[in-house]
């Protein structure tokens, strides 16, 4: 059984053992729930953090959104419905007819149409992390009000799990011809919840929108998200309830703790996860723009012995390339151990990186390590990169900063060495993989590194309907971005969530992205 299916399968057990669903949801309450980090912007679609989602999801309708029970099925938000025509290449929405923005103006198809252009062809000082993932669009056209069809240049097998992504939060379209980088500084919504207040540093509130298109929900009254910089603290709040629950993840010792501490008043969930830290070198900068000092560095990552240690104290786990270990298109482990970084003879390898370092001309190497500072699983990843490049006379600063520093930083490649994400929404190849097309055309790549090569694999495996045949040029692919080193997986998290039992209503799910409008959640009191 694969893992995904067994992950499947625990949520099928799951749903049967909870009963949430057959119960009757209470309104009233607010949430009071944690983010472990806060958003550097509001704006979704130029965001690739999940500090910016459990913040402004509540707030914000997509146009199509993943059905949890049944994942990776999708199913509609603001469409209705929608056909595909035979040959797959014009997907055409009907929209709901009742659906307003926060401040009563209704949502039409000329809104969408505006945000999928924003985010395909985004204006002059626009960030748009969504630009790669829509080029295969050629036209989009309005006939009604409630009517929008997307015409693609080519075939796209996954493009209806992209019209199903959490990043493509629909702004009004008056509000982006205004300025079309409003959404960064401002929240005017279609979602369950209207906005309340940001106060930096502290939290994020929100009320029920009254006139709110699916009709009866929001169940609760308002929620509040509470910003924690420190795993203790947050922990603290989750056992004595001042919280009642953090989506993202704790640690298997921090889970026990609960466990220990909370008895049958905690609900624990686990599930692998659409997520991994990345080691990433600045190749805009020497040495890092020698491949033979990324390839040493890389080569000293005892990724298989530290995953071990990491499961005890992280969310980190799973050694895999770069596809999620165990999807359907993931490489297979005996073909990963092939590749630099991933060998398990680590007295061989290295010696090996101690040549190419003396080779290159940098033996006695020293750097700062650019990170973030979140401690799951940030912080024990900067110590463990810290002590494996020591292991081979490698000197290195561990620096953390908060989330819009350390972002910033990474986009204006202020850093040698950094440790990214790859935070994904579900187990699909072209967005793995976009991470890796080059930096030119894809700002989440935060390495500089050009390979119009790569870059022709990626968009050539998009584009085969053929599993068997996509699979061959993503091992080409994978091959070239993972001899290049210029970035590579530390190793993939596995996701455990606590909520207090009388949280309901809220579904896990591999992505810890998805499912944060919080629509159908409630409180059992």
């Known amino acids: 059984m694969t893992l995904l299916r067994m992950t499947l399968a625990f949520f099928a057990a799951l749903a049967l053992t909870t009963g949430a669903q057959a119960q009757t949801p209470k309104r009233g309450s607010t949430l009071n729930f944690a983010i472990t980090a806060e958003t550097p912007h509001y704006d979704c679609q130029g965001s690739d953090t999940f500090a910016t989602l459990h913040f402004a999801s509540p707030f914000y309708s997509t146009l199509l959104t993943f059905d949890l029970p049944k994942y990776p099925a999708v199913k509609g938000d603001l469409a209705e419905s929608w056909t595909i025509s035979p040959d797959q290449k014009t997907y055409t929405f009907k929209l709901f007819k009742n659906v307003k923005f926060h401040d009563g103006k209704p949502m039409t198809s000329t809104d969408v149409k505006a945000n999928y252009d924003r985010m395909r062809n985004p204006p002059a000082g626009v960030v748009s992390t969504r630009q790669a993932t829509f080029q295969d669009i050629d036209t989009i056209e309005t006939p009604d009000p409630y009517t ?39 929240i005017l919504g279609s979602g369950p919840f209207k906005f309340v207040e940001h106060v930096k540093g502290s939290h994020v509130s929100g009320v029920r929108n009254e006139n709110y298109f699916r009709q009866g929900q929001p169940y609760l009254d308002g929620f509040k998200g509470t910003f924690f910089s420190q795993s203790a603290a947050m922990l603290n709040s989750l056992q004595g309830g001042q919280v009642l629950a953090e989506f993202r993840t704790i640690s298997s010792a921090d889970r026990d703790r609960l466990v220990q ?17 990345q080691v990433v070198f600045n190749t805009r900068k020497k040495p890092f723009d020698d491949v033979r000092v990324r390839r040493a560095l890389n080569m000293a990552i005892d990724r298989w012995g530290g995953s071990q240690g990491l499961a005890r104290t992280s969310a980190l786990r799973h050694v895999g390339g770069l596809i999620r270990p165990g999807s359907p298109y993931a490489i297979d482990p005996k073909e990963l151990e092939k590749f630099p970084g991933f060998q398990h003879d680590m007295v061989k390898a290295r010696a090996e990186a101690k040549r190419l370092l003396a080779e290159a001309g940098v033996p006695n190497l020293s750097f700062q390590l650019f990170n973030r500072s ?8 900067g110590v463990f990169l810290v002590d494996q490049w020591r292991q081979i006379g490698v000197n290195v600063e561990h620096r953390q900063l908060e989330t819009s520093p350390y972002l910033a930083g990474m986009s204006s490649g202020q850093f040698d060495v950094a440790i990214d994400f790859s935070n994904l929404f579900m187990d699909e190849p072209s967005l793995g993989l976009a991470k890796y097309v080059s930096s030119s ?30 699979i061959k040029v993503i091992r080409e692919a994978e091959k070239l971005i993972l001899e290049s080193s210029h970035q590579v997986p530390i190793l993939w998290w596995h996701r455990i969530v606590a909520t207090h039992k009388i949280l309901m209503g809220w579904e896990m799910s591999p992505s810890h992205n998805l499912g944060q409008d919080l629509a159908r959640v409630w409180i059992d009191q």
């Open 374 to 381: 979140i401690a799951q699983p940030y912080t024990p990843a």
């Open 261 to 277: 501490a909370m008895g049958d008043k905690i609900r624990i969930e686990e599930s692998s996860w659409t997520l991994n830290l």
């Open 441 to 470: 055309k894809a700002p989440e790549n935060r390495s500089g590194f050009e390979s119009p090569e790569i870059d022709a694999l990626i968009e050539k495996q998009s584009h085969i309907g053929d599993p068997k045949e996509r």
């Open 148 to 186: 929008v069809v997307f015409k693609l240049k080519d075939i796209n097998p996954s493009m209806i799990e992209h019209f199903a992504s959490p990043w493509n939060c629909i702004y009004p379209a008056e509000k982006l011809a205004a300025d079309p980088n409003w959404p960064k500084n401002n």
